[in-house]
């Protein structure tokens, strides 16, 4: 049986024009991709995943923000804890945010607790595509 | 300030979601397509199944 080598033990997503930085810190598509959703995708030249991605995050944390919802600013107890740790998944958009002043200190009615998921789950998502393009980028998906 | 209903908030949600899931997790277009359609059917069907029982149970 003959097998051909074409393809065997090379990373498709390396080529000649990636960027030498990218070849060098194979951990960048990481950080960039949760620092901005999407931008681990874009530097990976995967353009329709990166957008279709920034744009689902992103939608959900500004709806999340537009619902009143809660942005976690410490953590008094585990659940407070959870929450940051999902609100930190977003990245700048976080940092921003605080730093902005957006979001409310206490819930007051029910769709601000939604909005307060929304933006958990934003972060969660912007995390499950950060480590997509981390994947992308060591060859392990293609 | 935008306030949905709370099915309009399942929607979206069930939208966006579904969308990070089918990109992450299948690798060709069609199977991430298929798959993020799965996704969003499973989130909304298993909303509306949730709640007709609590409604129940609450009755």
């Avoid at chain 1, 960039?32 to 874009?42: D, E, R, T």
């Avoid at chain 1, 957008?51 to 407070?80: C, E, H, R, V, W």
């Avoid at chain 1, 933006?119 to 060859?139: E, K």
């Amino acid at each position: 049986m003959r097998y051909s080598q074409k393809g065997m033990a090379t990373d498709p997503n390396k080529n000649a024009a990636e960027p030498d930085i990218l070849q060098r810190f194979v951990y960048l598509p990481l950080i960039a991709g949760w620092l901005v959703p999407g931008a681990g995708h874009f530097l990976l030249r995967k353009w329709g995943r990166g957008a279709l991605l920034a744009a689902s995050i992103l939608g959900m944390f500004t709806l999340g923000l537009l619902m009143q919802g809660k942005l976690y600013g410490g953590a008094q107890d585990i659940l407070d804890m959870l929450g940051l740790a999902g609100d930190l998944g977003n990245g700048l958009l976080y940092l921003v945010s605080r730093a902005l002043g957006l979001g409310v200190d206490q819930v007051q009615v029910t769709t601000a607790d939604y909005g307060t998921r929304f933006i958990v789950v934003a972060g969660l998502l912007n995390v499950i595509a950060a480590v997509d393009a981390h994947n992308l980028r060591t060859g392990r998906k293609s | 300030m935008f306030r949905p209903s709370h099915f309009a908030a399942v929607v979206l949600f069930a939208l966006f979601a579904s969308v990070v899931f089918g990109i992450t997790q299948r690798d060709t277009p069609r199977r991430m397509l298929r798959y993020g359609i799965y996704c969003f059917v499973l989130f909304v069907a298993s909303a509306v199944v949730l709640s007709w029982v609590m409604f129940l149970i609450a009755r």
